[in-house]
T-cell receptor
Framework: GAVVSQHPSWVICKSGTSVKIECRSL??????MFWYRQFPKQSLMLMAT?????????EQGVEKDKFLINHASLTLSTLTVTSAHPEDSSFYIC????????????FGNGTRLTVT | GNSVTQMEGPVTLSEEAFLTINCTYT??????LFWYVQYPGEGLQLLLK?????DKGSNKGFEATYRKETTSFHLEKGSVQVSDSAVYFC????????????FGKGTTLSVSS
């Protein structure tokens, strides 16, 4: 079945540095990918919609200059957390629709970001 | 707007007990409804879905019925197993192609033998 690969699965970085998270669709093309953020014991909150060949669409309250999204190809979207701070520590999950299977979205396994 | 509310956890059950996790939604139009499961250390997986009123989704012994009159999509299983321990998310999509899912907060289920 359709698989979405997310890398890295966990990362620890120092305050002020930037971290890039990759999301790849392995056996289908995704013109759209979604980035979610999950706080402990909280729901998955949609951060932005990544669109291949155009700018990402950010949800209200999400800083586009802090969370840079680049949808470089039909199988790759990246989320860069710039100048990370401890409050950016969270679980980030990407997803993509394949428009074929039963699930409207296929999910990556998530990236646990810890900023020290 | 669209939103999903599910019961607070954690839910702790003994093996073979009956499970209900409540989920209600608010939506404009005619959404599709889903239950996703997240096992420890793994990504989200679709458990079941229903796309219109009175549809029943079922998988692995789990069931949920799309109730438009009560705007609910409660998850049930007659006899849980230890391997069902996971976090369960109720979600909806407004039924437009390529739109993101809207999730509830998730309910942690812990089943002991």
């Amino acid at each position: 079945g359709a698989v979405v690969s997310q890398h890295p699965s966990w990362v620890i970085c120092k305050s002020g540095t930037s971290v890039k998270i990759e999301c790849r669709s392995l056996d289908f093309q995704a013109t759209t990918m979604f980035w979610y953020r999950q706080f402990p014991k909280q729901s998955l909150m949609l951060m932005a919609t990544s669109n291949e060949g155009s700018k990402a669409t950010y949800e209200q309250g999400v800083e586009k200059d802090k969370f840079l999204i680049n949808h470089a190809s039909l199988t790759l979207s990246t989320l860069t957390v710039t100048s990370a701070h401890p409050e950016d520590s969270s679980f980030y999950i990407c997803s993509a629709p394949d428009n074929v299977g039963d699930s409207p979205l296929h999910f990556g396994n998530g990236t646990r970001l810890t900023v020290t | 707007g669209n939103s999903v509310t599910q019961m607070e956890g954690p839910v702790t059950l003994s093996e073979e007990a009956f499970l209900t996790i409540n989920c209600t939604y608010t939506a404009t139009g005619y959404p599709s409804l889903f239950w996703y499961v997240q096992y420890p250390g793994e990504g989200l997986q679709l458990l079941l879905k229903a796309t219109k009123a009175d549809d029943k989704g079922s998988n692995k012994g789990f069931e949920a019925t799309y109730r438009k009159e009560t705007t609910s999509f409660h998850l049930e299983k007659g006899s849980v197993q230890v391997s069902d321990s996971a976090v369960y998310f109720c979600a909806l999509t407004p039924n437009q192609a390529g739109t993101a899912l809207i999730f509830g907060k998730g309910t942690t289920l812990s089943v002991s033998s």
